[in-house]
Every structure is written in C-alpha cells, then in structure tokens.
T-cell receptor, first 113, second 115 residues
C-alpha cells in the first residue's frame, strides 16, 4: 500500500542552524512527492514538489528537497532556519490513478532563539 | 480573492448533536476536498467532489455526509457527533484533478471538539 512516513514527530533547532526533515515513502511507481507547511492556525501551503528530472528541487522560503530513489526518501532541507520557520511540515505522495494525496504524520519544528 | 473560507473556526458539540461545517471558495475550482487532521496521524481524506452534483468517498467517510449543489460551496455534515470525530477539519480546492500541476488551496481549518 502507498504510504508516507515521517520518522520525527518533533524537532528543535536553533535559529541560524541547518535543518533536515526526513520523509520516506512507499509507492510502486515513480512517485510524485510534495512538502507542505502548516503555520499555527493556518491551512497547509505547498513548499515544493518533485515529479521527475533533477532530483534536487527548490521551493519557497529557501527550502529544498532531494529525491533519492534508492533510499525511498524525499528529505527537506534548509541551510539556515529563521524563527518564522516554526511550523508543522507534511510530506505527501500523489496516488496517480486516484489523483489523491496521502500525507505523512507530520513533523513539528520548534526554533530556539 | 478570499481563497478557501471555512466556518466556524471552533465548535464544541455534545455527543449525538449534528452540525454542518461550511466551506466556500471563490476561485471557480471544480475539485474540492475535506480532510481531517488528528495529532500524529497526518491528514486523512473524508470526501471529495469533482464538480457540482458529484461527490465521492475518501479514506474515512463514516459518520459524515457532503453535498455539492454549487461550484463554490462544499459543506460537510455530521449527523450524530461522536468523540472520535474530535479533530481539525480542513477544506481544500484545486482547479484540476491533476494534482501534480494544480496545487491544493487549503482553508484555515475548523477545530471541532465532541464531548
């Protein structure tokens, strides 16, 4: 069955430090992968997506993600986090036949000043 | 554009009560979705609609009903509220069913507590 796993429920980093959020997927075909961010009290906003081509994709707010087929991973990175990056982050895979998204459990990011 | 608007923001229900969660969008999107978000569980699809008059079940439809009489509105109905329906509910819309090309636009959510 198609699924997405985000192993880290909660991560805390210091402002200015680098960040990596993990995402592993299970999908039979070439996956279409997404990262969404949810700020407190808000809906989800698309950060970036991967369909094909270059395995390193750039998104908004200085985020990037790397698709690694051999590891079934699509980890999200940022070189230097800002206090405004505190939010919950969701990885998702598109079920292509059904055109539906399957979301991971989410990772809550806390930024220490 | 206001985007996707959900009302109310918060609601407390007693077991057995009913209510309707409202969702409206002003982007002329055909595709609309209802998700619920439970802590540590991500988002689960409840119902979706591909256009006015057409709805279909998602992963967790039990205990809910929807209707889509207009392009703009996609209300979610809880007939007999149960504690298991305590959750945050999100409505989303998009212009196409090709979700790789047409990102979902989410509302700000409705936090529902059933006691």
């Amino acid at each position: 069955a198609q699924s997405v796993t985000q192993p880290d429920i909660h991560i805390t980093v210091s402002e200015g430090a680098s960040l990596e959020l993990r995402c592993n997927y299970s999908y039979g075909a070439t996956p279409y992968l997404f990262w969404y961010v949810q700020s407190p009290g808000q809906g989800l906003q698309l950060l970036l997506k991967y369909f094909s081509g270059d395995t390193l994709v750039q998104g908004i707010k200085g985020f990037e993600a790397e698709f690694k087929r051999s590891q079934s991973s699509f980890n999200l990175r940022k070189p230097s986090v800002h206090w405004s990056d505190a939010a919950e982050y969701f990885c998702a895979v598109l079920i292509q036949g059904a055109q539906k998204l399957v979301f991971g459990q989410g990772t809550r990011l806390t930024i220490n000043p | 554009n206001a985007g996707v608007t959900q009302t109310p923001k918060f609601r407390i229900l007693k077991i057995g009560q009913s209510m309707t969660l409202q969702c409206t969008q002003d982007m002329n999107h055909n595709y609309m979705y209802w998700y619920r978000q439970d802590p540590g569980m991500g988002l689960k699809l409840i119902y979706y609609s591909v256009g006015a008059g057409i709805t279909d079940k998602g992963e967790v439809p039990n205990g809910y009903n929807v209707s889509r009489s207009t392009t703009e509105d996609f209300p979610l109905r809880l007939e007999l509220a149960a504690p298991s329906q305590t959750s945050v509910y999100f409505c989303a819309s998009t212009t196409s069913d090709r979700l790789y090309n047409s990102p979902l636009h989410f509302g700000n959510g409705t936090r529902l507590t059933v006691t």
